[in-house]
């Protein structure tokens, strides 16, 4: 496995984004790609991996409410991935998330794609079930919000409540 450290982390601002298209035709196929490319030009915030002037890895990441913030997408080259660039893209998302003050995260992993459901269990995300109370009241529902998430048959929800200190005069 390689240092992730030599990996440098980057917004691509709107005119900048097409860059990051060699890795979604890398990573998806069919209506993901073409969702992941869309989602590309319209998403508020992306990030990208690059190693010298090749972005290898690409987050796209959206505020849904002043509170909950939603990860599009997470993708790596394919020769890249195992080299802990996912990791590296999400724990950026979440620091992100941390400093604009969401409290909740979400993202969508395909059932059957192992890494990146353990990718995401790793940073203490967990599966989110639909009867499940909502965020606003403490759990992790996302009612309302999951039409603006585009979910599609065969993915699962999953949530992440994130920790904000609340500075306290003593």
């Known amino acids: 496995m390689s240092d992730a450290r030599r990996f440098e982390l980057v917004d691509l601002p709107v005119g900048a984004r097409e860059a990051a298209v ?3 035709i890398d990573s998806f196929v069919g ?5 992941a490319k869309r989602t590309l030009r319209q998403v508020r915030w992306v990030r990208a991996a690059r190693l010298g002037e090749e972005i290898v890895g690409v987050s796209m990441l959206e505020p849904l409410t ?7 997408y997470l993708a ?3 020769a890249r991935r195992g080299e802990r660039i ?3 893209l999400l724990d950026d998302a979440l620091e992100r998330f941390h ?9 969508a992993v395909e059932e059957k794609n192992a890494p990146s459901l353990g990718l995401f269990r790793s ?10 109370l909502g965020y606003a009241e403490g759990g992790l529902g996302a009612w309302g919000l999951r039409s603006r998430m585009r979910l599609v048959h065969g993915e699962r929800l999953m949530g992440k ?7 306290r005069s003593e």
């Open 22 to 24: 060699p890795v979604l």
């Open 31 to 35: 209506v993901y790609r073409w969702h």
């Open 66 to 72: 002043p509170e909950v913030g939603y990860v599009y």
């Open 76 to 78: 790596v080259l394919a």
């Open 86 to 88: 996912g990791g590296l």
């Open 99 to 107: 400093r604009s003050q969401i409290r909740v995260v979400y993202g």
């Open 123 to 132: 940073r203490g995300f967990r599966v989110v079930e639909r009867r499940e």
């Open 161 to 167: 409540r994130l920790d904000i200190e609340v500075a």
